[in-house]
């Protein structure tokens, strides 16, 4: 099975920006839909934004349109997502999820990969 891992969270100030990074290994994402999901201590995972990577296709949560971006590198096997104009609100654990399909879907239980998360935190 592909395992997903993480990187590029950190500490950052309101109106800054942060890049994160998705590395795949063990398989590829040939036949599948990679997603960012955010979690904040006491809520729901919810969901950031999701790249089918056969279609290319994207899709974005309504709290981060405008301000993420979602993309991804072939040949690196990488998914990333770029993050500007941070709030305090963005503040999380940020998870990378997969799941085989070339169909954007937003629920955490369509996908049933995922990497260990990385920090994400906004000051004020």
């Known amino acids: 099975q592909v395992q997903l891992a993480e990187s590029g969270g950190g500490l950052v100030q309101a109106g800054g920006s942060l890049r994160l990074s998705c590395a795949a290994s063990g398989g590829t994402f040939s036949n599948y839909v990679t997603a960012w999901f955010r979690q904040a201590p006491g809520k729901e995972r919810e969901f950031v934004a999701a790249?089918?990577?056969?279609?290319?296709?994207?899709y974005y949560g309504d709290s981060v349109k405008g301000r993420f971006t979602i993309s991804r590198d072939n040949a690196k096997i990488t998914m990333y997502l770029q993050m500007n104009n941070l709030k305090p609100e963005d503040t999380a654990v940020y998870y990378c999820?997969?799941?085989?399909?070339?169909?954007?879907?937003?629920?955490?239980?369509?996908?049933?990969?995922w990497g260990q998360g990385t920090q994400v935190t906004v000051s004020s």
């Open positions: 999820a997969g799941r085989i399909g070339t169909v954007v879907v937003t629920g955490p239980s369509d996908y049933n990969n």
């Open positions: 790249v089918s990577w056969r279609v290319g296709s994207t």
